[in-house]
């Protein structure tokens, strides 16, 4: 008696199809900031570091601080440090870090000197989410062409998709830019 665990609420079903990414991350922040209200300490726990390509802990932390809500942040080992892990690389003595659409939409000009890490191209190009959902065939072929203004064809590319659970192994695929474009779906 006194010894029990909170209960756990899985933010899942705020992760819907049928609408764009962002409303879903706003209204999966809003379960973590709503559920302060009826008890406190509440945690928000999530894959790798909260603070890297986790729109939900941003939501979150603009929340807590709007409504003068004390917030600790625990780093973990981000997205990042395992696809270099995965890829046995290290950061130096440079490394470009970018979101797949936002770095094609926004025109970013990669230097070609350093390493380039680009993040999410499994959902690129779209807003909404890709789960339960079969991509398009060519989807990452606006990435190619892009890259292509930088990169020769046969410039290598690796994608990585890093592991979420020790039984598991990275799965990782080497290819050229050229080829970007003729990835299969899945």
Known sequence: PGDTLPPLVS???AY???????LNYAEAGGIVIEA????????YLTYGNPVTYDTVSQEILAAARAGGLPVVVVAGVSSVDTVLADLGQEAGPGLQIFEASCFVGAGV????RFGCLIMQVGVFGTNFPVMDREPRENTLAPLKDYLLRFYPPHHPAILVRSATHSSQAASIHRLTVEALGHVPPR
Do not use: G, H, Y
Not at 16 to 22: F, L, S, V
Not at 36 to 43: F, G, L, S
Not at 109 to 112: A, I, M
């Open 16 to 22: 819907r199809t049928d609408r764009r990414r962002c």
């Open 109 to 112: 000009k990669p230097d070609v």
């Open 11 to 13: 933010l899942s079903p």
């Open 36 to 43: 302060t209200r009826a008890e406190r300490p509440v945690a």
